[in-house]
């Protein structure tokens, strides 16, 4: 089993750097602070820092792993955030969550593999609804952070396997429709 947060934006928490060995490092010692194995860099609506922090990652910090993605906003009516999903690019391909659910969305929840039932940043979702769906829907739930600050990163994480991920991925294929 793996620690790790699979929603969280450093990046966005440092400024936007652009993801060299110096700001990779800044966010590796941050996920070694909380004891995570791991985490998703998911800044919004631009998958480029994932990618080539994972890249910088695998390279020089081996023992943290990067998992690149992104989130996005889906189309659809009420508030951006009630249509958010996240996007983790696995080898095998895409793993797709609803991000801090507020209400059913089965447009949104047709197309994901997990959903979050508890996330730090949005603290006044509704979890039991999350839970309910989760259940319901045979969707992996998962507790992230949401983090935009790095000393949040791993205020909640998950106790998964890989395999877990890449296992749903590969059972329920998404539409070919993705950010990358």
Known sequence: ????????????????????YDAVEHVVMAVKRRGLDGIAITEHDNPRYGLEAAKIAKEYFPEVLII?????????????????VVELYLECGVFRFMAHPYDYRPEIL???????????????MNTSLA?????KLELIALRNSDAHRLQDIGLLYNEVELELLEEAVLKK???SKTTI
Do not use: W
Request: with cysteine; net charge negative; glycine share 10%.
């Open 1 to 20: 089993m793996l620690k790790l947060d699979l929603h969280t934006h450093p990046f966005e928490a440092m400024g936007f750097p652009k993801p060299t």
């Open 68 to 84: 690149p993605g992104c989130e996005v906003q889906l189309g659809g009516v009420g508030p951006s955030y009630h249509r958010q």
């Open 110 to 124: 047709a197309s994901c593999h997990g959903i979050e039932v508890e996330n730090a940043l949005h603290s006044s």
């Open 131 to 135: 839970r309910e769906l989760a259940e």
């Open 173 to 175: 294929r998404l539409p």
